[in-house]
Nanobody, 124 residues
Framework: QVQLAESGGGSVQAGGSLRISCAATGYGYSSRYSLGWFRQAPGKAREAVACIDSDGSTDYAESVKGRFTISRDNAKNTGYLQMNTLQPEDTAMYYC?????????????????WGKGIQVTISA
């Protein structure tokens, strides 16, 4: 069973940066999996933020393009989301997800494995 664990969240002021990580463990996980980052703010629907495929190709939500960068270190079975120029509207619970087939930035594909989430809070 694949397990995902997020780390690195916290609170920063607007304009600051954070990098959150997602460590994958368990039987069956491989570097062929697609990884994704999603977020959910209070009272709002969950939205896809960034996706990275096994070949390293990436896709981003329009709201984070140019500010966020998704990456992966296959040797460490870890994915990352570097978040720069953070704004209060980026405040949310952030979740990482993994799937052997796909990650859709439209959020219309339910990935198989999910972390428990990590809080990111941006103050004005």
């Amino acid at each position: 069973q694949v397990q995902l664990a997020e780390s690195g969240g916290g609170s920063v002021q607007a304009g600051g940066s954070l990098r959150i990580s997602c460590a994958a463990t368990g039987y069956g996980y491989s570097s062929r999996y697609s990884l994704g980052w999603f977020r959910q703010a209070p009272g709002k629907a969950r939205e896809a933020v960034a996706c990275i495929d096994s070949d390293g190709s990436t896709d981003y939500a329009e709201s984070v393009k140019g500010r966020f960068t998704i990456s992966r270190d296959n040797a460490k079975n870890t994915g990352y989301l570097q978040m720069n120029t953070l704004q209060p509207e980026d405040t949310a619970m952030y979740y990482c997800a993994a799937d052997p087939v796909w990650c859709s930035i439209l959020g219309d594909y339910k990935m198989d494995y999910w972390g428990k989430g990590i809080q990111v809070t941006i103050s004005a």
